[in-house]
């Protein structure tokens, strides 16, 4: 399995940009599929994710600037990110919780991670 996210980079105060990851492998089923970030010298946190179903869950301090959405058929998750902040500064990591062909239940998995810096 392979979770392959792009969009990162260097961003203004104010920008809006979207990250992307898709999955692909021998996927049976996509339970959820989000995002984690970690700050220099932080502990990873949860940023937003998505159930198969469409239900969302955000981290606080994103709530009402950052979209989370996903394509099924393209096994693809985005993170639509506005009024960024230098506080939003952090590696981003694509996450999904996923089946495979050959398991009998879901396990986590993670990509590789993006930066994004948020210039003052």
């Known amino acids: 399995v392979q979770l392959q996210a792009s969009g990162g980079g260097l961003v203004q105060t104010g920008g809006s940009p979207r990250l992307s990851c898709a999955a692909s492998?021998?996927?049976?089923?996509?339970?959820?599929m989000g995002w984690y970030r970690q700050a220099p010298g932080k502990q990873r946190e949860l940023v937003a994710t998505?159930?198969?179903?469409?239900?969302?869950n955000y981290l606080d301090s994103v709530k009402g600037r950052f979209t989370v959405s996903r394509d099924g058929a393209k096994k693809t998750v985005y993170l639509q990110m506005n009024s960024l902040a230098p506080e939003d500064t952090a590696v981003y990591y694509c996450?999904?919780?996923?089946?495979?062909?050959?398991?009998?239940?879901?396990?986590?998995?993670w990509g590789q991670g993006t930066l994004v810096t948020v210039s003052s």
């Open positions: 998505i159930t198969g179903g469409g239900n969302t």
């Open positions: 492998g021998n996927i049976l089923s996509i339970y959820s």
């Open positions: 996450y999904s919780r996923l089946q495979l062909w050959r398991e009998l239940s879901g396990h986590d998995y």
